[in-house]
């Protein structure tokens, strides 16, 4: 064995994979539940899918349960996604079922590379790209966290895609940029709400779509743009929003032929 061999492989293999994930269908921006919900729906339909998640780790704000406890929780709506992912849960007294993050994280992730998804951990999603006439959102600008944490002036790259999907949470990054740097969108980001759970629960699902020609939400996201209430450590409405935003997506890639 020869460590130039290992570091050909890595290196030839890898930028091979980037080079073909230049152009795709579809950008998820975010590896949490929803985003990799979304991202197991839109792979399933035969689309091109791109996950950016930030962090070296799937899950977002799954994996810590609810305060570090290892249970998270689901309404009986949810029931059927879960089990489409074949994760296992615990029917209790409150009418309501709970299961391990650990095993949700993996299976959601697992299900979603199995479909075709391709998921680049350690990549920061920083800005988007955009055209007028029509104004549309085309794809997004990234680079390596560490370059981006270190605060260094190094030029992101580009990916295009015929649709970018924000499934970052709470801070919804993607549609905060789109409304700062691109305000022929008329974009507003309301903030979220303090905690509602039965109405967070509804609203979000309700209210996940495009937000602008070629720009969805996805998740928690939803909630910041729109001002709704936050839910906690019940976790139906991300999966129902994840796979409501890959039926939208799904039915607008279908109408438009690709450029
Ligand atoms: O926060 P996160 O889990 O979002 P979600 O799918 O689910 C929310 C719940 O976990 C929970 C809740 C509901 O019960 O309140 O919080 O809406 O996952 C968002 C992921 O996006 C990544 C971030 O690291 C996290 O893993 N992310 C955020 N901004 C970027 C990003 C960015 N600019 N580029 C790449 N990844």
Redesign the pocket.
Known sequence: MRESHISRAIIKYALRDLEELSEVDVVV???????LTASYYLAREGFKVLV????FSF????GPGGNLLPRIVFQEEARGILEEFGAKYTKTEYGLYVADPAEVVAKLASRAIDAGARVLLG????DLVYRTDPLRVVGVM?MWTPIHEGGYHVDPLYTESRAVID?????S??VNIAARKIPELRLEVKGEKSGYAELAERLIVEYTGRVAPGLYV????VGAVYGLP??????G??LLS?RKIAEIVTRDLKQSRPS
Do not use: D, K, N, Y
Request: aromatic share 8%; charged share 10%; proline share 5%.
């Open positions: 921006v975010g590896a949490g539940p929803s985003g950016f998640e930030r962090r899950g977002g704000g799954t990549a920061h999603v920083q990234w499934a970052t949470g709470h801070g990054e993607i996805t998740g928690m996201a936050r839910m906690g450590p019940i976790f409405g991300m994840g």
